[in-house]
Structure formats: C-alpha cells, structure tokens
C-alpha cells in the first residue's frame, strides 16, 4: 500500500545574549564548571521575580523579519507551561503559547506556523545509578521554531534543518551547535493512506542532521509496518537509539491541555510596536546578506558551480576570505570560477588532510590565481606553489617560490624543442599512432612532456610545437 507521510519539525535554538532570559547570570555555553553561572532568579528560590532579556526578543524578531513572518507588534506574552521533571526547578517553563513572537514565514519551501521563545532547562547527568543536575543552562533565552505539517521526505527535513542552522549563524543569533545541545531537533511524524492525518508520534532530541534523517526514515517505516499488520499507531513520545538505529517508546504524548497554559503573572504584557528598534523597518537594517541572497549574488553576478556555492556559503570563514580574493581579482568571472576551483579543490582538501593548515593570506594567494590566469604557471606548478604557501604559513610571494623552484612556464621554443625531441625518442610508438590518426596519443605526448618539464612547460605552446614537429 502507498502511505503519504507528513512531518512537522519543532527546532530549539539557544541564542547568543550576554546573559540568561528572566536574570543576570552570563549565558556562557562553554562554561564546564558545574553550577556556577547560577543565581537565585535561575534556580528559582521563593520570592525571586524574572525580568525578560531585551536583546533575546530583538533577536528573535531579527529571525522573524528574515523569515517573512508577522511579527506580534501588538500584543505578546508570556505564559507558564506547567509540567514536572529534574531539570526544571520551577516545576514550570516561562514560554509562550497563544501569542508567540512571530506568526507565519517560511525558509526553504517550508512553511512556518510560529517562532517563540522561551527559557532552557539545566542538564541531567546520569551517573551509574544516580543522576547529577547541573543548572548552568537553566535560563539560557531558547528559541523555539515550529514549522507547518508539510514536509513529506526526511532530507527534506534535513535540509530545512541546515538551512535555519545557517540562518542562525548569519544572523549571529546562535552558534546552532548541534553537538553542543544548543540546537535540537524533534520531528512530528505521521503516516495515512489519503490525504487526513494519521497519528502523530514526536521523535525528541535528534542532536544531528544525519541522525533526524535516519530517525524520521526508521518511523515512518515502523508507522508503516504497524498498519499494514492491522495495529494503530499509539500517540506518543519516541527517542532514538544510535545503536540499535531504531526509536524507542519514552512516554504517552502530552496535548496542550495537559501543560495547563496560563499567562504569567510575574512578566509583563509586551506591546512591541512601541520599541522603535523593534519595528521591522529597524530590524531590516540590522540584517546582513543572507544566505539564499548570497547564493543568487554569486549564480548572477559569478556564474560559480552551484556545489562550490554552497561550500561557500556554509562556511563563512572561507566565504569571507573568498570575498575578499573576488575583490581583489576585480570580479573577473574567469578568474572568479578559478579561484573557487583552487580555494574549494585544492586549499580545503589540504586543511581537511591536515588540520593544522590554515588558509595562506588572500594576498598572495590572489597573486597565484593571477599567474595561472596568464599562463606563467601550470595548473601542475600552481598546486606545487599552493602547498608551499600552506606549510609555511607566511607571506612568502608565489612568483619568488615560482623562481625557486623554476616553476614559471617555460614557452621558449629552443628549451621545448629539446624536450619534445626527447618525448618523440622516448615513446616511438605514441608518436605513430598519432601520426596515423589518432588524436589520443596526442594527449599522452603533451602529459610526457609536462613531466619532463616538471610542469615548467606552457602546454598550449608544448602542444603546438608537438603537432608541428610530428607532422
């Protein structure tokens, strides 16, 4: 039987504020101390008051405007989502339920419902048969991003997932780190046979993009098999089990009722509209090129393969070091391409080798793109100059190792011509092959050449005195 699945993503993002949502304590994510960013606010001691971090909703407004939603200029709110567990010590989370920050928007294709925030829980640590509390995270501002049930393939899902990731970081809102905790990601799925709902199961936790993708496959499989025996499927909460590669049962799932919502009575009512910096005209200036604008700037205005587009934007260390060798070529397309072909081939899979390379200065790696541009170096000589300029580290100037190491292309007809007598003896055979008609030996001869010239060789000029001398 065909099954359609439908899936909805609720993602978590801790953003990158000073301090926490309701108090004054440093919202360190790198602290390994336990309990130390910790005051009675967080920790929720009798009689404390929370007061909401300003930077925290800016940001979130931030995420809203770049999404296209509708932000809650009117009227927002906080409320109490009441519910028990080790690591909340309220016994209670300040959200937001019936008035998020932002309504509507979308990011990749996928529609979103809303974007809250909120605040973050403390950590539990399992230990043997005893559990540890650490409450350095309890209170970190968490955003809260809900998409609508239309997304029907798990690397969809994946890809929307990346997708915010990034966005996050554009924005400078959240580092995102998924192997950090300070993203998360929890999928809704669902499986029917027309186009009605099935039951809803939420697989929580999923810490990598990989694994939401093989945790949503694994479910919708399972929902499958559990219908096709004549079972339902039971509403509930689902983990993930990286061993097993499998989801296991956790809990009976909660509706919204069960949280008993209300508004909290410690907060008060925000009326946004009235914070100039918070009107969507203030924040669009605040925003920096996006990603997806990104992308089109380099298709329009480069012509760049879309693979290493994406290399680019996803990096933006390597992006920023690419804008700045563009500007310094004067945005010439032909030199633009080449220079992502040796930055992304050649720079990147040396720094993914060795992890200790970092990328040479744009100054003289603009230089060796020029050189190859104008065929003083080989494509052979230009990897060879490349890697020096990686180890050293250092300014060295590729035109004084081209001298060096005698990597300028030779194009002097007397040196080549000696060089191409010395092919013709040492490979007889290719040499009549090509003379009876076969363009391939052609190829072999120039290759044999360029070895001899240990890449020194201008090949166009190799090539023609090859052909001139063979015939």
Not at 405 to 413: I, M, P
Request: charged fraction near 30%.
């Amino acid at each position: 039987m065909e099954y359609k699945p439908t899936i909805g993503l609720e993602i978590h993002a801790e953003l990158k504020t000073r301090t926490k949502m309701f108090c004054g304590c440093k919202n360190d994510p790198n602290e390994e101390r336990p309990n130390t960013n910790i005051c009675p606010v967080c920790m929720a001691h009798p009689g404390t008051l929370p007061v909401i971090n300003k930077e925290a909703v800016r940001q979130v407004l931030r995420v809203g405007v770049a999404l296209g939603g509708e932000l809650a200029l009117k009227f927002s709110e906080f409320d109490r989502k009441n519910y028990f567990y080790p690591d909340i010590s309220k016994g209670y989370q300040i959200s937001q339920y019936k008035y998020p920050l932002v309504a509507g928007g979308e990011l990749a294709g996928v529609a979103i419902t809303r974007v809250h925030l909120e605040e973050d829980t403390a950590t539990s640590k399992h230990r043997g048969d005893h559990s540890l509390v650490d409450f350095n995270r309890a209170g970190v501002p968490l955003m809260e991003l809900v998409t609508e049930p239309v997304i029907n393939l798990a690397k969809q899902a994946g890809d929307f997932a990346r997708e915010l990731q990034l966005l996050l970081r554009y924005l400078n809102a959240s580092d995102a780190n998924m192997e950090k905790g300070e993203m998360r990601v929890e999928a809704n799925i669902s499986v029917s046979k027309d186009d009605k709902f099935g039951t809803k199961v939420e697989v929580k936790n999923l810490n990598s993009f990989k694994i939401a993708e093989k945790a949503i496959e694994y479910e919708i499989k399972r929902q499958q098999e559990v219908l096709e025996a004549g079972e339902e499927v039971v509403q509930e909460t689902r983990g993930w089990d990286e061993t097993k590669g499998a989801t296991f049962s956790q809990r009976k799932k909660e509706s919204s009722h069960d949280y008993r919502y209300f508004p909290e009575p410690d907060l008060p009512k925000l009326k946004l509209g009235e914070v100039e910096e918070f009107k969507p005209e203030s924040l669009l200036k605040t925003l920096p090129e996006l990603p997806w604008q990104k992308r089109e700037r380099y298709r329009k205005d480069y012509g760049i393969k879309e693979s290493d587009i994406e290399i680019l934007v996803a990096d933006p260390v390597l992006d920023e070091f690419f804008e700045a060798v563009v500007a310094d070529l004067g945005r010439d397309k032909q030199m633009v391409q080449l220079a992502a072909n040796y930055l992304i081939s050649d720079v990147l899979g040396k720094m993914k080798v060795k992890a200790d390379l970092g990328l040479p200065p744009h100054a003289d790696f603009t230089s060796l793109i020029k050189l190859v541009a104008e065929n003083e170096v080989s494509s052979r000589g230009a990897k060879d100059i490349l890697e020096i300029m990686l180890v050293s580290g250092e300014a060295t100037g590729p035109k004084k190792i081209a001298e060096e190491k005698g990597l300028f292309q030779q194009s002097d007809t007397d040196a080549l011509g000696k060089i191409i007598d010395r092919v013709i003896d040492e490979n007889q055979k290719a040499a009549d092959e090509y003379r009876a008609g076969k363009e391939t030996a052609l190829q072999f001869l120039v290759g044999q050449g360029m070895r001899l010239s240990k890449g020194s060789a201008n090949p166009g000029v190799l090539k023609e005195l090859l052909v001139e001398k063979l015939t």
